[in-house]
């Protein structure tokens, strides 16, 4: 009799093997599926649910600000997906810091709980399994599978855990994504101010436009902007948005009182993680308006050497905190908001703030790789030196400026592994490259400006057509996109990359000349060689810098 047991046992663990192979096997063919992120991952936690007999699956990703967003949910609510919990809240969020799986199995009489979010999403659980996603000795998730009839024990545990490291060698290209799309966000929102200066001159609409993307931009709950009143020695709302705004109107805040009136005395940016332990904060407007502020930024608008007013942006939504990027693109929001206080038809300084503005994100990216610092603006510089020596209106010139600036855009979305590796790249490895004019584009299409889009998305075509990503030639290429291709391919040639110290410019040019109509226009080649011979100097400064 002992022998049969012992032989069930085994045979038992056999089964369970076998099965686990078969999940595996599962969730690789879910993974590579390309039918998109979201539906990547409600494929595996459908496999994963069905494997322990659960009804529901949700995947939740460990954000910068430490609360956990909902990335993929099978068999329950997926309205929640983008939806956060709080740092440390409820059963998931108590995994997350405790790096400990949880076995709950009646989650209304547990503590740990999250009762109110389940409330205001309307999904009581029966009982819950939730395990912390690892990559190596960093979380970066949580795996919850719900529902199973009578409830979860530790075999389940075991069989979950099993699985988890296929699990967690995806969450990775999922983590990226969000990461990359709150990078997109942030550069569309900042075209997009860049947009409504150059359209409005209603200074109002104008300020309530800029704080609606700020609002957007930051996940934040809301925004508005204070104006200085000298004769009456307060401040005033000018802007905001949010639930409350309308009760904001008759609101003022005297002077030295509030985070704002810190800001608009001492003329310096504050971050106030938790106002309740700050005595600085002013209760009062949230006793009117009945909003509860629990953080803040808080960033002074200047008209030249004077503070004319506050900008804040009030609680991060989720319960997060605002990060040091953050407060940079506030900054940088902030001063075009300062330029269309003092004149909303300053063009010139709103596009070269608009400039810096699109660099700061440029600059994130190159930062990840030292030998491409300084291209960007390289290969700017050089498409605008080629512009010159045509006629194009200030119209074109400022478009071509856009499409240099933005050109690499796309590469965004490219892991580091790729972008960074020193030896050759395999065929996959240069398929992965090769999208990066198509990805840029598309996170450029809500410019609506085609001279800029083209040029991302043709860059790299080649003038006989045997270029990517459609194959155009000769005059089908627009032509943006054939100037950056020259400035583009002098700056690689002339710079070191980690395989090879950068040409010598003689060789550079010698190499421009042989593929001049294959590679390249053959009147923007000799454009820019003219410009060679009359800036010699003024070149060879820039490829060194």
Not at 85 to 113: F, M
Not at 193 to 207: A, E, F, P, Y
Not at 209 to 236: C, Q
Not at 518 to 542: G, M, N, S, W, Y
Request: proline residues 4%; hydrophobic residues 40%.
């Amino acid at each position: 009799m002992q022998k049969n047991l012992e032989w069930e046992k085994g045979n038992m663990f056999s089964k369970r093997s076998v099965e686990t192979d078969v999940l595996i096997k599962k969730l690789l063919k879910c993974a590579v599926s390309g039918t998109g992120i979201h539906e990547e991952f409600k494929c595996m936690l459908k496999q994963i649910a069905a494997f322990v007999r659960a009804s529901v699956g949700s995947l939740l990703l460990l954000m910068d600000d430490g609360s956990l967003q909902f990335v993929a949910v099978y068999g329950g609510k997926e309205g929640i997906i983008g939806e956060r919990l709080p740092p440390g809240s409820g059963i998931a969020g108590v995994v997350a810091e405790s790096l400990r799986p949880i076995i709950s199995n009646n989650p209304s009489e547990d503590e740990r709980w999250a009762k109110e979010f389940a409330v205001s999403i309307g999904y009581i659980p029966e009982n819950i399994l939730a395990v912390p996603v690892m990559t190596g000795n960093k979380i970066v998730g949580v795996l919850e599978v719900l529902n199973k009839h009578g409830g979860f024990k530790k075999e389940d545990l075991k069989l979950i855990s099993s699985v988890i490291p296929i699990l967690s060698s995806v969450v990775e290209k999922v983590r990226l994504y969000y990461v990359n799309q709150k990078e997109i966000e942030r550069l569309r929102a900042l075209i997009d101010i860049s947009l409504k200066l150059g359209g409005m001159l209603d200074l109002q609409t104008l300020l309530e436009g800029i704080m609606e993307t700020a609002k957007e931009a930051l996940d934040a709950e809301a925004s508005s902007i204070f104006m200085i009143d000298k004769e009456r020695n307060d401040l005033y709302f000018v802007a905001a948005t949010g639930e409350k705004k309308e009760s904001l109107k008759e609101i003022r805040v005297p002077w030295g009182k509030g985070i704002v009136g810190w800001v608009a005395e001492h003329g310096r940016t504050l971050y106030v993680p938790d106002v309740s332990k700050d005595e600085r904060f002013y209760s009062k407007v949230d006793e009117k308006t009945k909003f509860i502020t629990k953080s803040i930024i808080a960033v002074p608008l200047w008209k030249k050497s004077e503070i004319i007013g506050v900008a804040e942006v009030l609680n991060k939504k989720g319960g997060g905190t605002f990060t040091v990027e953050d407060i940079t693109v506030f900054e940088a929001i902030a001063k075009h908001a300062s330029i269309a206080i003092e004149n909303a038809s300053l063009y010139k300084e709103l596009e070269d703030l608009f400039r810096n503005a699109i660099m700061l994100v440029v600059n994130a990216i190159e930062a990840k790789d030292p030998y491409t610092k300084g291209h960007t603006a390289r290969v700017t510089k050089y498409s605008m030196l080629i512009a010159r020596t045509f006629k194009m209106s200030a119209e074109q010139r400022r478009a071509l400026e856009l499409a240099a600036l933005l050109h690499d855009v796309g590469k965004i979305g490219i892991p580091d592994s790729v972008l960074l590796k020193p030896g050759k790249l395999t065929e996959e490895e240069y398929a992965l490259i090769k999208e990066h004019p198509s990805r840029g584009a598309k996170i450029m299409e809500p410019l609506k400006i085609p001279e800029v889009i083209e040029g991302i998305l043709h860059h790299h075509e080649k003038y006989d057509g045997s270029g990517y990503p459609d194959g155009i030639k000769n005059g089908d290429i627009p032509f943006n996109a054939r100037i950056i291709a020259v400035a583009d391919a002098f700056d690689a040639m002339t710079t070191d990359r980690p395989y090879r110290k950068g040409l010598p410019l003689e060789e550079a040019i010698r190499r421009l000349k042989k593929d001049s109509g294959t590679h390249f226009d053959p009147e923007i080649v000799q454009a820019f060689l003219d410009v060679l011979e009359v800036r010699r100097e003024e070149i060879i400064k820039t490829i060194s810098s």
